[in-house]
């Protein structure tokens, strides 16, 4: 099955500066990603996503790149700013499985 | 566009009673999700809807839960009894194409947080 994990549980970071969240993940048949963003007493959010016949894809302020050969992919935000400060999934799917598995999520904090 | 409707916010009852939850996914959509989500995890699917037939629910402790979608439209999860390990953020997700892939863009409401005593 598919295993997807989180490196660190927490993120501080000064705003305006860059934002990288890592994401691990052990099956080399998953070929599909998605960042979630979740808001606290909200349901997540849809960030970005990237197949893996993809290296790199980028969004608004975001960029989300992915290594096959370590099997890790992560999510990057520019410029980050307090309407940042939420915890962030990422969610893999491995090969033809219907769902998603998720990680445990970083909590993005964003310092003023 | 209104997003995913979830009722009520919170709930807390003592274990071995019973709850219901209820969501009202985006007009149009197909596929409805429903999650559980424990404190400092990622969200767990729990089962998943393609109009009012079931897709998957290998997840689904069927013991204790139920779920159904009638009319394809809105949906209840009902937990009977409730364990203390049920207490958790109940999410409802919907997504626009009948598929159901895991590649299309599920929309999440805002969860019912449940809490067992």
């Known amino acids: 099955g598919e295993s997807v994990g989180l490196h660190l549980p927490t993120l501080s970071v000064q705003e305006g500066d860059n934002s990288i969240i890592n994401c691990a993940y052990s099956?080399?048949?998953?070929?599909?990603f998605i960042w979630y963003k979740q808001e606290s007493g909200k349901g997540p959010q849809f960030i970005i996503d990237i197949r893996s016949n993809m290296d790199k894809r980028q969004g608004q302020r975001v960029t989300v790149l992915l290594n096959k050969t370590v099997k890790h992919l992560s999510l990057q935000i520019a410029a980050t700013q307090p309407g940042d400060s939420a915890v962030y999934f990422c969610a893999g799917r491995e090969g033809s499985a219907r769902q998603l598995t998720f990680g445990s999520g970083t909590q993005l904090t964003v310092l003023p | 566009e209104a997003g995913v409707a979830q009722s009520p916010r919170y709930k807390i009852i003592e274990k071995r009673q019973s709850v219901a939850f209820w969501c009202n996914p985006i007009s149009g959509h197909a596929t409805l999700y429903w999650y559980q989500q424990i404190l400092g995890q990622g969200p767990k699917l729990l089962i998943q809807?393609?109009?009012?037939?079931?897709?998957?629910d290998s997840q689904l402790p069927k013991d204790r839960f139920s779920a159904e979608r009638l009319k394809g439209v809105d949906s209840t999860l009902k937990i009977q009894p409730a364990k203390l390990e049920d207490s958790a953020v109940y999410l409802c997700a919907s997504s626009l194409d009948q598929r159901g892939l895991p590649t299309d863009t599920q929309y999440f409401g805002p969860g019912t947080r449940l809490t067992v005593l």
């Open positions: 809807f393609q109009n009012n037939g079931v897709v998957d």
């Open positions: 099956n080399s048949a998953s070929d599909y």
